[in-house]
Structure formats: C-alpha cells, structure tokens
C-alpha cells in the first residue's frame, strides 16, 4: 500500500470507546475524509490510535443518543440513509490490510446485523404480509443505491429490508436498521479493531485520549472479564478515598445484579453526574463476602503522567495513554525528575491501552537516540519506516520498563523497541499483543467514522506483536494476594534491578 496524501482534521461530537467498546457489531471511496494520519516522508505520523478497545481504561462519559426521527417507509430517503453503508463498503475494499474481501461474507453480516437490531425491537419479520401495492425488491434496491454489480447478491438483504417497511418497529427506526447491517457487515471480518464508531463513540475515545474531563469515579478499569473490574483508582478520586482496590469486580451498582450484565454497561451505569451518590457492590480477592462502597462521584480530570521522587533515589514515571498531550506531559516530568540525579528510572507501561502513533515516537525518542523505532507492514508486504527524533534527554538512565496484560499497543511498540535496543530490562508479564494500525476515516454528513485496519507494526528488530504480545526480561506476576496486600511485587523487582546495577 503506497502513501496517500492526507486531510487532516479533527471531529467534534462522537460514544463507546477506546475506551471500552460494547461488544457490537461493526462496520465503506466516495467523498470522505481521513482523520488523524498525515502521511510524511520523514517517518512521522500524526495521531493514528493503534487501539481500539483496551482491556483497562477509565470509566468514561455516556452520551446522550440522538433521538431518531420516525418516518414512514413511502417517505424514506434509501439513498441518503445507506450512504454510509455503501462509503464503509468501498473504504473496505480499499483500505482494509487483507485483501481480497468475502463480498458475500460481508453480505451476510448485513443481514446478521440487520436481524439482531430486528431481534432487540422484537419484530417478528418472518410474518410479514408485503402488500401487491409495495415496492418491490428490485427497486428498493435500486433507490437505495446498491452498486450495479451488486444486486443479486444482496437480494437476501433488500427482501428481509422490504419486510421492516410493512412492520411496527416498536419504537426502533430506520436509522437504527441501517446502523445495525454496517456494523453485521464490518463484523463479518471478524476483525474486532475494525468497527463503525457513531459520533458520540469516536468524541469519547478522543476524550479519554485527549484526558478530557468527565464526571464518575475516577477509576481505570478493565471490561474484558465477567464483571466491570477495577485496575486502579486515579490518584485524589473519590474511587481512592472510598479505599477501592485493583482487582475488585463490582458484581451489582445501586442494588442492581451485573451479573451477565455486559461490562461496558456496567460501566455506564457507573458513571453520573457530580455530587451524586453510587453504590458498589464489591467482591475483593482474599474476601469471603462481597461488601458495599458508598462513592459521591465528581469530576474527574484523566491524568497522563504520573510521577514521582522515590526516598530510594529512584524516578517512578507512569504514562497511562499516548494521546495529544502526552509527549509533552512527558518530557516536562522528566525534566524534573533528571534535574534530582535519580539512580535509574522506572517507566511504568502497565494498563495503558496505547494510542497515537507520533506520540509514541516522540515518547520512544526521549530514551533511544537514534535508528529505527518501529516498522509499518502492510498488507501487500511493503513497509514504512519510522526513525527516532532528536534531542532526547534520557538516553542514558538505566530504565526498567513495566509491562502485562494490560499493556497494549502503542505501549508495547514503546516497550518493544527499548527492549530490542536493550535500552531497558522489561520486567512484569506478557503483554496484550496488539500490533495492528487502525485508520479512522470520517463519513460524510456527520455519520460517524470507520475505524479501519491497514497494517501491522513491527519493532526495529522486526518483531511480530499482533497475537503474540512481548515477554518480559524478567517475569514477576501481580496475584491477587499481592492485590489484597496491597503490594506491588513488580515495582519492587524494578527497584532491585536498578540499585543493584
């Protein structure tokens, strides 16, 4: 795949997340604009989140849903309403890292995501009575601008689209159907980094990596298990005051059972406004009986950087996102903490979901003073190539790098590349292996973005991270005793490492 020339631009409104994506599905070369990369030939680029759902990031806002418009069948715009559809298909088959694409794999995820919208507004559609007077497939297919060449083999889809327009949607709408088959279609790759983001979902990703403000608890937590679980509380919340810990799975919220509750639900239901009053209901490793924590929510600012002086004379620096700020955030701690002569430094990667591409560069090049960092694979085998910035000013610190599961994408390409330069000992566990790039393109008239794979990263020593993840110099598991201890056995390992250099 050969650079493009690239629009940079920015959107303002958009809801689910880097933040933690609800499990949905997802969904494109017409008009449309490509968000966040700037192709240049200096191996730089411009804000490209490489994560699409991390398995520990803080609770997040919840956007209001726009409250669709009803409108009756005779008077539906199909054109304008599956514009979408047919951009996302198109930026597909342009796009997309593996090509050639099942068009009718892709087909039947339109129906499948057409159904399960059906199926939540429990329609029954398979009774439906098409009366002699209604348009007929052929041209409702037409109307709705499905390509020429693709016709017959969407008839399934337009002959179970025909049956909604003679049917009571119980409160659903036609937008809602159409959202519905681009999501079953983008999932029908079964790529779960690729998706369609509505508005609201791609304005909360850019928040959380932006550290925008938002009002909850002021917890990271993590939505990939059984229940919404706590990572950490951010430093001076309300989660922290209420004496929440890492590992705690919050098994009800005011009274209500999460159990089979989607996580990321769970997580919403969390979130409210300041001042307000949630309880959680907690079950805690190493205790017998869940309990209940009273927490006043507030807002919450989402830290960047955290760091520290510790009494032992080592720096502690911990980056929890690579978003717009954080190189700079970054660069003026470690000023600070240069400027005290620490014995080493430990920078701490854990439960950080990644983020933009330059700003991992730039956050890279503050250690590594030059030479590759990392590698652009696309899908045709070609590669780009991504060179350290000068004027770095800890390229000398003996480091140790703390990583796990929860270590995720930009940060492992960080980790990565310290590891291969041997510029840091990698201690911890293995990390999340997510080594894919995601290019978010703008649809036209405000109807979302699709976030879309197009390559793979590699670490300077062409190292594969996708599905593999990094293992640690040293491994030194985090256990839920040590949780319930209130111990961190890994910054305890790094230390050692450091003063024993």
């Known amino acids: 795949m050969k650079k493009k020339s690239i629009i940079f631009s920015v959107m303002a409104v958009l809801v689910v997340s ?52 009803t409108t009756d069948p005779a008077d539906l715009d199909l054109e304008a309403l599956f514009s979408p559809f047919w951009e996302s298909w198109d930026i597909l088959h342009d796009e997309y890292v593996e090509q050639p694409l099942d068009d009718e ?34 041209e409702i297919a037409k109307t709705a601008n499905t390509p020429r060449d693709l016709i017959d083999m969407f008839e399934p889809f337009w002959e179970l689209w025909q049956a909604t327009e003679h049917t009571d949607l119980n409160g659903f709408s036609y937008e809602d159907l159409e959202i519905g088959a681009l999501r079953g279609m983008v999932n029908s790759l079964g790529d779960p980094y690729t998706s369609y983001l509505d508005p609201g979902e791609y304005s909360e990703m850019l928040n959380y990596l932006n550290g925008a403000d938002y009002e909850g608890i002021g917890a990271w937590v993590d939505t990939s298990g059984e229940y919404l679980t706590i990572t950490s509380p951010m430093d001076s919340s309300p989660a ?21 509750v989607d996580p990321e639900i769970a997580r919403q239901h969390v979130l409210g406004p300041a001042g307000s009053t949630v309880i959680l209901t907690i079950k805690r490793p190493g205790v017998d009986e869940p309990f209940d924590v009273e927490i006043v929510r507030a807002s919450i600012t989402t830290p960047i950087v955290i760091s520290e002086m510790r009494d032992d004379g080592i720096a502690y620096l911990r980056l929890t996102t690579f978003g717009s700020t954080s190189a700079a955030e970054m660069h003026s701690a470690l000023e600070e903490l240069l400027a005290q002569n620490p014995k080493g430094l430990v920078f701490d990667l854990r439960y950080n979901g990644g983020g933009y591409v330059d700003a991992a560069i730039a956050v890279m ?108 110099d040293v491994v030194v598991p985090f256990t839920e005793e040590d949780a319930a201890a209130d111990v961190d056995p890994q910054i305890e390992k790094a230390v050692e490492i450091l003063l024993g250099q």
């Open 105 to 138: 794999a892709l087909m039947q995820g339109a129906i499948e995501g057409l159904t399960f919208v059906l199926d939540e507004a429990d329609v029954d559609y398979s009774t439906v009575d098409i009366p002699a007077s209604a348009r007929s497939v052929d």
């Open 240 to 260: 922290e005051a209420a004496g929440l810990k890492p590992k705690d799975e919050v098994i009800a919220i005011d009274g209500k059972d999460m159990t089979d």
């Open 365 to 472: 090049s503050e250690f590594v003073d030059d030479g590759v960092v990392l590698y652009q694979q696309y899908g045709d085998g070609s590669r780009d190539e991504y060179y350290a910035q000068p004027g770095g000013i800890a390229t000398d610190i003996p480091m140790v790098v703390l990583v796990n599961e929860a270590t995720v994408s930009a940060a492992e390409i960080t980790a990565g590349t310290l590891q291969d330069y041997e510029r840091a000992t990698l201690v911890g566990e293995t990390t999340f292996g997510k080594g894919l790039v995601q290019l978010p393109i703008e649809l036209p008239d405000n109807n979302g973005v699709l976030k879309v794979t197009i390559s793979y990263w590699l670490t300077p020593n062409e190292r594969l991270i996708q599905e593999i993840g990094l293992e640690p």
């Open 18 to 69: 880097v933040l933690c994506l609800v499990a949905v599905f997802a969904v494109a070369w017409g008009a449309y604009t490509i968000l966040d990369k700037q192709g240049v030939t200096t191996g730089e680029i411009q804000n490209i989140p490489l994560v699409d759902s991390p398995p520990a990031t803080p609770e997040s806002p919840a956007f209001e849903a726009i409250e669709p418009e």
